[in-house]
């Protein structure tokens, strides 16, 4: 059995955790905050199609609508696959956002941090983007 270092990365979000799933679960929504992760989203079948940040297109799956906030997804990139643990939790009467960001075997230290400063950046964008 293998287990990769993890960090998981929150952010508090002054907003009601149903509202802020039910934005963060619309696929066409992410290019508005989760630069990280892709832009030019477009819906092929099951999956969805697009450019990560380096331009290279990626494949996503992402999970279905559900009442437990569960938010995880997929990326296909290449003949690589990554899977992401994505939660939206209540706190108080706003949110918790939460993503597990996993290191895998031949990621570099550097790269894992440089990781984190995306993710961490892509919530805190989010958080700006729902408090308005």
Not at 3 to 18: E, L, P, Q
Not at 73 to 97: C, F, Q, S, W, Y
């Amino acid at each position: 059995m293998t287990i990769y270092k993890s960090r998981i990365i929150t952010a508090s979000i002054d907003r009601d955790w149903r509202e802020v799933y039910d934005f963060a679960s619309i696929p066409e929504n992410f290019q508005r905050w989760a630069a990280g992760l892709g832009r030019r989203f477009e819906q092929s079948g099951e999956e969805w199609t697009a450019e990560d940040p380096d331009g290279r297109l990626i494949r996503v799956r992402f999970s279905r609508p559900n009442e437990f906030g569960v938010l995880d997804h997929i990326v296909l990139a290449e003949d690589k696959e990554t899977r992401n643990a994505v939660r939206v939790v209540p706190n108080g009467t706003g949110a918790e956002m939460m993503f597990t960001l996993l290191k895998a075997p031949d990621m570099t230290e550097e790269v894992f941090a440089a990781d984190a400063v995306a993710v961490e950046r892509d919530l805190q964008a989010l958080k700006a983007l729902l408090e308005r």
